[in-house]
């Protein structure tokens, strides 16, 4: 007999912010198909995701569901309602100027089918009506920091909270530091620490935050340059006048081998103009070179 679709959160994903939720599909030969996604529905969406076959139910159990829920009982949800909670905590977070992990897509596969259409649950994302980024044990100080950095940007000093660890923290790419006072994450429970705010940024920074999504799915550093310079090219696109953007666009496709490096180009330039409405600086050069945070350091004319 073909077992259900189903779905379970952690128990405290709204206390604490973060945790995972597991959507499976049975087939009818009895194996599992699930996806999970660990969500930050506080500031960062779909931290992590994944997509896996099991052989049967009992095998779905004890390696999925026992290993990411052992310590806490589950909530179960309609699948229906799952769905929309992954796709809210995404929406939130791009909003933010956030992308999901990069195995999202493939682990949305489960969905297939599910409609929530009819789903009246509703989930707040954020915590106390603002974003509020915890840095969690994977996250480099560096990436720490220009998380910060893109919550200035869209939210403004005061537009959110955060907690990151104090100890060994240093601003993005080792730059400068000053005497001035630093701001302080929100006084409660948890790690409590401090960084340096984010004050106006280096357009080497910035074009960092547009490309960085991109950058965290690229495997070497010949591809995390190729990157960096399209983001300068689509950087540069959107500060022209409309009737230049058109004329633009009829190389733009002459430019690259394949439909996937437009899209690229489009999706960058979107996020220029997401994160960075108000930035008109036109990038003359740009140099790429090794860094040991970021695998890669970008000083921009």
């Not at 405290?12 to 597991?22: A, P, R, W």
């Not at 550093?221 to 399209?230: C, D, F, G, Q």
């Not at 058109?246 to 490096?261: A, N, R, T, W, Y």
């Amino acid at each position: 007999m073909k077992h259900p679709s189903e779905a379970f959160r952690s128990a405290n994903l709204f206390d604490s912010g973060c945790g995972y939720l597991v959507v499976s599909r049975s087939k009818a030969n009895g194996r599992v198909e699930a996806g999970f996604f660990l969500l930050d529905v506080f500031c960062l969406g779909v931290k992590d995701a994944g997509f896996h076959e099991f052989n049967s139910i009992a095998d779905y159990q004890e390696s999925l569901l026992d290993r990411l829920f052992r310590d806490q009982t589950p909530v179960r949800m309609t699948p229906a309602a799952a769905r929309k909670l992954a796709e809210g905590a995404i929406g939130y977070a791009r909003e933010l100027g956030f992308s999901p992990g990069a195995d999202y897509k493939k682990a949305s596969r489960v969905f297939g089918g599910i409609t929530t259409a009819d789903c009246d649950e509703q989930f707040m994302f954020g915590k106390n009506g603002k974003p509020f980024y915890f840095q969690g044990p994977s996250d480099s100080p560096a990436r720490a920091e220009r998380i910060l950095r893109v919550l200035e940007a869209r939210c403004g000093k005061g537009g959110y909270h955060y907690i990151v660890a104090a100890d060994g923290f240093e601003p993005f790419g080792a730059e400068e530091k000053n005497g001035e006072s630093a701001l302080t994450g929100p006084s409660q429970p948890g790690p409590a620490g401090q960084v340096n705010p984010p004050r106006r940024l280096k357009v080497s920074d910035m074009i960092w935050l547009v490309a960085e999504p991109l950058l965290e799915s690229a495997p070497d550093y010949e591809s995390k340059e190729t990157i960096l310079k399209l983001t300068v090219l689509a950087w540069n696109f959107t500060l022209l006048e409309p009737t230049e953007q058109e004329e633009m666009l009829i190389e733009i496709p002459k430019l690259f081998p394949c439909s996937d490096g437009v899209e690229m180009f489009f999706y960058l330039a979107d996020r220029k103009a997401l994160l960075f409405p108000e930035e008109d600086r036109v990038i003359h050069k740009v140099e790429t070179g090794p860094a040991s945070y970021s695998d890669v350091v970008v000083p921009v004319a």
